[in-house]
């Protein structure tokens, strides 16, 4: 049917030609730019806390640990347009993963402090290959651990991770969830929070050590859920 | 096509435009600064460590829409500051040198401090043979120190901001983010030729 799908194309380019259209196109475009700006502006934003830590250490050192790490999270958000999104800490005592920063709707507060165990999830991989990834399609991805959309009842569509890697030690893992308006993660969006996340490790890694990192992730385990 | 949509969609396409072309310039240079810092993660040949330089120092340049770009290095046995990289407007300034006590470059090396001087020659601390590319009248001027393990290695200097015409505390972030690695690799390439003879 080589006439039909010629119209189907034809009607297609003129769709895309009507004033309206080329406007809604124009803002929707705009409206992603600025979010990737506002992204970058705080990843610099980010960067400046991370070179200029508070000057006196204090005694107890989860708060400010999970304060770095909450700026970390906000601005790969930001610069992914990304819906959702959480940090997860390695405890090197038990190699498990650990929700320590989450961002999004109301249930994702109840996972700050669960706990996942070695290579489980993309996240799992993501920390084991030290590879920044891409699922578009989780339900089709066996690396994909349901359990969490179970528990919450929530829908995981897609999902961006990378590692936060500083000094040669991983020092946690960034994953984002559902990007803005149900469209795609890129490989623009991968390598953008690959960078992000190797130069917030590199910073990182001077100021974390492994014990206060495990500490941390153990002080979240015995929290209340704020729900 | 109504007037009004035209003038709306070539609005829109020009700010997009120039949003994209400031998104795209930005994750440029954090792509030269992770090339710094997986330089970092290895034993790299100096000529790698030129390399990831100069394309970050170029970045650089490019990200703050400014002139000039210098990358200057500490000579301990004459207490110089040698510039070792340039890029960008003026006259190629590569391999000269300024005492590292002088100017504006020479007040971070020494404080280990950076500084944005918007009107660089009212500055009492600017001098015009340390601070500017021959050929070159510097306007304004952003500085930061290149930190290695326990001492300042050398300084970036940006020259002549074009966007706003000043520089200002994000561009100093940014930079300084640069100065942070660019020192740590300068600091692992003296320690690896520490014990090379001179001359």
């Known amino acids: ?227 | 096509m109504n007037t009004d949509i035209a003038d709306e969609i070539a609005r829109l396409r020009s700010q997009n435009s120039q949003l994209r072309a400031e998104v795209d310039a930005m994750k440029a240079f954090l792509d030269t600064l992770q090339g710094l810092v997986e330089a970092l993660d290895h034993t790299p040949q100096d000529e790698e460590v030129m390399a990831a330089l100069a394309s970050s120092l170029q970045g650089a340049v490019s990200v703050l829409g400014a002139a000039h770009g210098a990358l200057l290095v500490l000579d301990e046995d004459s207490d110089e500051l040698v510039t070792v990289l340039g890029v960008g407007a003026g006259q190629e300034a590569a391999w000269s040198r300024s005492q590292a006590s002088v100017g504006l470059a020479g007040w971070v090396l020494q404080h280990g401090e950076a500084v944005i001087a918007n009107d660089a020659p009212a500055d009492e601390r600017f001098d015009a043979g340390a601070d500017q590319a021959p050929g070159l009248d510097t306007t304004s001027l952003l500085a930061v120190p290149m930190p290695g393990k326990d001492k300042v290695m050398g300084v970036l200097r940006i020259a002549n901001t074009g966007a706003q015409g000043i520089f200002n505390d994000n561009d100093q972030v940014l930079i300084s983010l640069m100065g942070r690695f660019a020192g740590e690799l300068l600091a692992r390439m003296a320690l690896r030729h520490a014990h090379d003879p001179v001359g």
């Open chain 1, 1 to 227: 049917m080589p006439g039909r799908a010629n119209a189907i194309i034809l009607a297609v380019m003129r769709r895309d030609e009507d004033p309206q259209s080329v406007l809604a196109s124009l803002e929707t475009e705009r409206q992603e730019l600025l979010g990737e700006a506002d992204g970058l502006q705080r990843f610099i934003g980010c960067m400046r806390m991370l070179m200029n830590p508070g000057a006196a250490r204090s005694e107890r050192r989860e708060p400010e640990i999970v304060g770095l790490f909450e700026q970390v999270l906000d601005s790969a958000i930001g610069a992914a347009n990304a819906r959702d999104g959480s940090i997860l800490v390695p405890d090197h005592r038990t190699q498990e993963l650990v929700f320590l920063v989450v961002r999004g709707d109301e249930p994702h507060s109840k996972l700050v402090g669960r706990r996942l165990p070695p290579g489980e999830g993309i996240v799992g991989w993501a920390a084991q290959t030290r590879r920044a990834v891409i699922v578009n399609n989780v339900t089709g991805d066996e690396r994909f651990y349901p359990g969490v959309d179970r528990d919450l009842q929530y829908r995981t569509e897609s999902v961006l991770a990378a590692p936060i890697i500083g000094g040669d030690r991983l020092l946690g893992v960034v994953e984002l969830i559902n990007k803005r308006d149900r469209r795609l993660f890129s490989v623009g969006n991968q390598t953008l929070l690959g960078v992000m996340c190797r130069l917030a490790g590199e910073l990182l890694s001077s100021m974390v050590s492994d014990v206060e990192l495990s500490e941390t992730a153990a002080l979240v385990r015995t929290q209340p859920n704020p729900t």
